[in-house]
């Protein structure tokens, strides 16, 4: 269960979510950014979905995700788009360039699988000081669901003749962390046989508004918003995200 080897949830991903898929978010960050003229960074930046985007829009956006194989799909899109951006591998809850960045954006809830609380604050901690002063966070989170809420028990994706499925398991759920822990398996299938198999933990913790609210200002960020599904609205009981902006003194 390394992200070092991660070259099926790379793949698959790269399916579910595609370059030019939004749920609104796109939109959201592209124009939220029109006014920004510094450097941009996006940590878990994937297979580039909102990365190129950005970056077609004339911004310079730097990119990091902690696997390899999510970046090697970026840079092959990027190439076929004539794009260059600097993409590396690193762990967001260490990784920081002083005063570096004009915005920090962190779209499709990817802070939520920071293994607990003091990670997520180590790494707000990180974005904040990789922003230059008046700089910006911008990120989502989805609503936490009931956690015995029902999962899709088996996930499927086809490209050409290959099959992709994920089978998720919830093994544990921690009240006191609020936090919830699954494994992943997703399998590669070509012509009925499996050629390729990774398991992959994943953690997923549960905030409230208030919470997350909350660990910004202790994060050192001043000016938080939050606003919900990437309309600029105040969040309401039916919301399925959670827009939350911040900047740094």
């Not at 510094?38 to 995700?65: F, K, N, Y």
């Not at 290959?162 to 998720?168: D, F, G, M, S």
Request: aromatic share 10%; hydrophobic share 40%; with cysteine.
């Amino acid at each position: 269960m390394s992200w070092s080897h991660s070259a099926v949830v790379a793949e698959a991903y790269d399916i579910a979510q595609p370059l030019g898929k939004s749920v609104g978010d796109v939109e959201y960050y592209t124009d939220a950014l029109s006014d920004v003229s510094g450097r941009v960074l996006e940590p878990a930046c994937g297979t580039g979905r909102v990365l190129i985007r950005l970056s077609e829009a004339g911004h310079t956006v730097d990119g990091m995700d902690h696997s390899p194989d999510m970046l090697d799909i970026c840079r092959r899109h990027c190439r076929a788009r004539n794009l260059n951006p600097d993409l590396f591998v690193a762990d967001m809850s260490t990784f920081v360039r002083p005063e570096t960045y004009a915005a920090v954006i962190l779209p499709r809830g990817s802070i939520r699988n920071m293994p607990g609380r003091e990670e997520t604050l180590r790494a707000l901690r990180c974005f904040r000081e990789s922003l230059a002063p008046g700089g910006l966070l911008m990120l989502d989170v989805t609503i936490p669901l009931f956690v015995t809420a029902q999962l899709p028990l088996l996930e499927h994706w086809t490209r050409d003749d290959v099959v992709y499925t994920c089978e998720t398991l919830v093994i544990d759920y921690n009240p006191v962390l609020d936090r919830t822990v699954r494994y992943a398996r997703y399998m590669k299938w070509v012509d009925g046989e499996l050629v390729a198999t990774e398991l992959h933990r994943f953690y997923l913790q549960h905030w409230n508004i208030e919470g997350f609210s909350q660990i910004l200002v202790e994060a050192g960020f001043v000016d938080v918003r939050v606003a919900a599904d990437f309309t600029g609205e105040p969040p309401c009981r039916g919301s399925r995200y959670w827009n939350f902006s911040a900047r740094r003194p």
